[in-house]
């Protein structure tokens, strides 16, 4: 069974901060994808990055960047920069390749950026 | 195409009574699922659909909890003699491969 771990439930910054979603994954499959959504208050699940297993190469989209690191099993997000607007819970989520494609959500983390 | 739709935004009901909720998924996918996500948690899947054809229901959290999926276009999701442990948002998306698009929600209350 797939299991994602956000060990951090809420995390409070200050305006222009860095800020670093901790994100741990298990699985048995040697193929599967993780992902990061944004979910606002609005409720909607907002797609922000998703990875293969095959692929370490960290990824960097302006003030995102992502750190996959196969030998912790962990696939962090750090915000450089904060902003309010960035304030919302962040899920990590893993499905693997031959499973329906179903998604295993972490329980998530709520981030407040503070003016 | 729009994205996801789900529909209603938000149901009030009460215990005991039957509720259904609608997902138009975008045509192209293939595939739709059912989460449910509680006040704090992450979503939890409920069930799947590859076009017609309901690939995995074992995850519907009781017999009470039922869906749809006529013709392998839109979807429903049933839940009979609602308890007030079924208040949750109710989340429906589609995919293709591992393209996913989440629809916006129906929020449920049951007083």
């Known amino acids: 069974a797939q299991k994602v771990t956000q060990a951090q439930t809420e995390i409070s910054v200050v305006e222009k901060e860095d800020v670093t979603l901790d994100c741990v994954y298990e699985?048995?499959?040697?193929?599967?994808?993780l992902f990061w959504y944004k979910q606002p208050p609005s409720g909607e699940l907002v797609f922000l990055i998703r990875?293969?297993?095959?692929?370490?190469q960290n990824e960097i989209s302006g003030r995102y960047s992502w750190n996959f690191q196969k030998s912790t099993s962990s696939f962090n997000f750090t915000i450089t920069a904060s902003q309010v607007v960035d304030s919302a819970v962040y899920f990590c989520a893993l499905t693997l390749d031959n499973a329906g494609n179903m998604l295993t959500f972490g329980g998530g983390t709520r981030l407040m950026v503070k003016p | 195409d729009t994205g996801v739709s789900q529909d209603p935004r938000h149901k009030i009901t009460k215990r005991g009574q039957n509720v259904t909720f609608r997902c138009d998924p975008i045509?192209?996918?293939?595939?739709l699922y059912w989460y449910r996500q509680t006040l704090g948690q992450g979503p939890e899947f409920l069930t799947y659909?590859?076009?017609?054809?309901?690939?995995?229901k074992s995850r519907l959290l009781s017999d009470r909890f039922s869906a749809e999926r006529p013709k392998g276009s839109f979807s429903t999701l049933e839940i009979q003699r609602t308890e007030q442990g079924d208040s949750a948002m109710y989340l429906c998306?589609?995919?293709?491969?591992?393209?996913?698009?989440f629809g916006s929600g129906t929020r449920l209350t049951v007083v």
């Open positions: 659909f590859q076009n017609e054809a309901q690939l995995e």
């Open positions: 699985t048995r499959d040697t193929t599967y994808y």
């Open positions: 990875r293969n297993s095959f692929d370490e």
């Open positions: 045509s192209e996918h293939n595939r």
């Open positions: 998306a589609s995919s293709y491969g591992t393209d996913y698009t």
